[in-house]
């Protein structure tokens, strides 16, 4: 069955899981964290990004098998690299412009992988209500051997799935962090960069208004805490005060 028809009995945003779908606890699991990634989006929106996911993942085949060789040394065990489209797709990034699409605007990869993941989840519901002999290997014809390669299937689907939505939460919690680290950093900065900026001026109007632009930040310099000094990391902080000295004294 193919990927793009994961959502066929699955729909990845509502469709509740049946208890009785094999390992169904975990699957809900893995389909709540990955709803959460993508709430502001609907369901028309995940279906029609799946197919974009398919592509990206069938586009990047070769990509992929060119990655396994750099992996692989000459001595070691080709069998031992697992092939995992979460693995396929974090190594496609950087090959694929998901920017400007009409269907799915504002893409992003968290939300891809998480599509991926619901998309797994959907093949394991598939392989539970579909024909279990339909791609059934030949060397399998016992019904114990159908229903051990089914569940030995849908245990393998399932750990595929909880490593992509793994990916997923990822590159959200990595964005989201930068972003919050960056805020956070820019803003205490700024805060201590006025601080000096405050204290070079109120010292300067204080104590040195009369001295040369030079000797004022000279003194000033050497009168500042060293808390306030961290925060300029040029080699000549001296000219830095100079400069706004010289500007204050220009304003007055």
């Known amino acids: 069955m193919s990927r793009t028809d994961a959502f066929d009995n699955f729909l990845p945003l509502s469709s509740e899981i049946n208890p009785e779908t094999p390992f169904a606890f975990y699957l809900e699991l893995v389909a709540i964290r990955a709803r959460?990634?993508?709430k502001t989006r609907s369901e028309e929106q995940v279906v029609s990004a799946l197919d974009v996911v398919d592509w990206i993942l069938d586009e990047g085949n070769e990509a992929q098998s060119e990655d396994m060789m750099e992996v692989l040394s000459e001595d070691s065990d080709q069998?031992?690299?697992v092939h995992t489209d979460a693995k396929a797709l974090r190594l496609f990034m950087p090959r694929f412009d998901i920017k400007g699409q009409e269907a799915f605007p504002n893409a992003t990869w968290e939300e891809y992988f998480a599509i991926l993941a619901l998309a797994q989840v959907g093949e394991v519901i598939n392989s539970s209500v579909s024909d279990p002999m339909m791609d059934m290997p030949k060397n399998i014809v016992t019904r114990s051997d159908v229903e051990a390669w089914v569940k030995g299937s849908q245990l393998e689907q399932l750990l595929e799935a909880t490593e992509t939505i793994g990916v997923a939460e990822?590159?959200?919690e990595e964005k989201s962090d930068l972003a919050r680290a960056g805020k956070r950093g820019g803003k205490q900065?700024?805060?201590k960069f006025e601080a000096l900026k405050t204290h070079v001026?109120?010292?300067w109007q204080a104590n040195h208004q009369q001295r040369s632009n030079r000797d004022a930040a000279r003194r000033i310099w050497h009168e500042t805490p060293d808390h306030l000094k961290k925060?300029?990391?040029t080699d000549e902080p001296?000219?830095?005060l100079e400069i706004w000295i010289g500007k204050w004294k220009k304003a007055k």
């Open 238 to 240: 001296e000219k830095r």
């Open 36 to 38: 959460q990634i993508l």
């Open 170 to 172: 990822f590159l959200a």
């Open 189 to 191: 900065r700024a805060a």
């Open 201 to 203: 001026k109120q010292t």
């Open 79 to 81: 069998d031992s690299y």
């Open 231 to 233: 925060v300029l990391i």
